[in-house]
């Protein structure tokens, strides 16, 4: 589990109060307050010995004025802000007695999570709208000496895709950029896009080049260590494989729009590989805003632990493709 939260640490209850019709409760901080003016979630510090889920239930009754009977665990988002280190625990509430309104004279609405703007809110609050407004599971499609066959591969996608409800596709192939390769990138953006799943490609920008527009692309961390600007349009889906700090910033530089941050544990690809832990992946995800997909020797049912360290979701192979053992 990630490392125990530190003293100077300031400890936050979130709750991202959602409505049946899928929209969500902000609020606006008062000027007077820290990151004043910004757009938040209702919450507030935990006090001294209190559990999260008591603050969250004491801060929104006082702040908002109802009283929470469902909540989940949604993502721990661990932000330093130079003058101040955060810690939130942040809990999806699904059902509440009371009309929820601003008690603190704070102004409050109703929005579409994919209507909200990152720029709007603190930093620390950005994995939040990334765990809204992304989807949790990231599928890597098997190598070429796995599954050579390019109507298994895209029948073993369709599986997946229905099995795991599956919402981004990376494709990762060592003959890519072949004829054979474009095809099947074709034929894999034509499934994904009629079921509204962002398919990227592995490699590097140029195979690119006459595919698709809405075919994003993952840059391999030897890859985006040699680039210093973004290398696709703004509109194209851009992520990096990062393994460190270094890498990390180097993704931030290049205005990457995520980041898969690994491995975290072993990997029958990588036989004793060094491996980050959940803990190495927790303070990895600290250090940066852009989402976080958790990657290596994982399967879906690890998606909670992943968001408890930072993640907005988890990315694997075996793990996710029909007939393949975990590893």
């Avoid at 820290?34 to 006082?62: I, N, V, W």
Wanted: glycine share 10%; with cysteine.
């Amino acid at each position: 589990m990630p490392d125990s939260v530190a003293a100077d640490v300031l400890r936050v209850a979130v709750g991202v109060v959602q409505r049946s019709d899928g929209q969500v409760l902000v609020a606006e901080r008062h000027e007077r307050r820290h990151q004043g003016g910004r757009l938040e979630f209702p919450g507030g510090k935990c006090d001294p010995g209190e559990s999260a889920r008591d603050a969250l239930r004491r801060e929104l009754r006082e702040e908002i004025g109802i009283e929470v009977t469902a909540s989940e665990p949604l993502i721990r988002v661990r932000h330093d802000y130079h003058d101040r280190r955060v810690e939130l625990e942040t809990f999806l509430v699904t059902a509440w007695r009371g009309e929820p309104g601003g008690a603190e004279g704070q102004a409050i609405h109703w929005a579409d999570p994919a209507q909200l703007t990152a720029d709007r809110f603190p930093a620390a609050n950005r994995p939040i709208l990334a765990t809204l407004n992304r989807p949790a599971l990231c599928l890597i499609t098997p190598d070429i000496d796995a599954v050579s066959a390019a109507d298994e591969l895209l029948s073993g996608l369709d599986q997946a895709m229905a099995t795991w409800s599956v919402g981004l596709v990376q494709i990762r192939r060592r003959d890519r950029g072949s004829s054979a390769w474009r095809d099947l990138v074709f034929a894999a953006a034509e499934r994904c896009t009629a079921r509204g799943i962002r398919l990227m490609v592995n490699g590097t920008p140029e195979l690119l080049e006459g595919l698709p527009e809405e075919v994003g692309l993952h840059l391999p961390a030897a890859v985006h260590r040699s680039i210093s600007s973004r290398p696709v349009a703004v509109d194209r889906l851009l992520s990096c494989a990062c393994h460190d700090a270094t890498e990390i910033a180097n993704a931030e530089r290049i205005e990457a729009d995520q980041a898969l941050i690994g491995p975290v544990l072993p990997t029958g690809t990588h036989p004793g590989a060094p491996t980050l832990g959940w803990n190495g992946l927790a303070r990895l995800a600290a250090r940066t805003t852009l989402p976080v997909y958790a990657l290596g020797g994982l399967e879906v049912s690890d998606l909670v632990r992943a968001r408890d360290a930072g993640a907005i979701g988890v990315a694997g192979i075996r793990g996710f493709w029909p007939g393949t053992e975990t590893v």
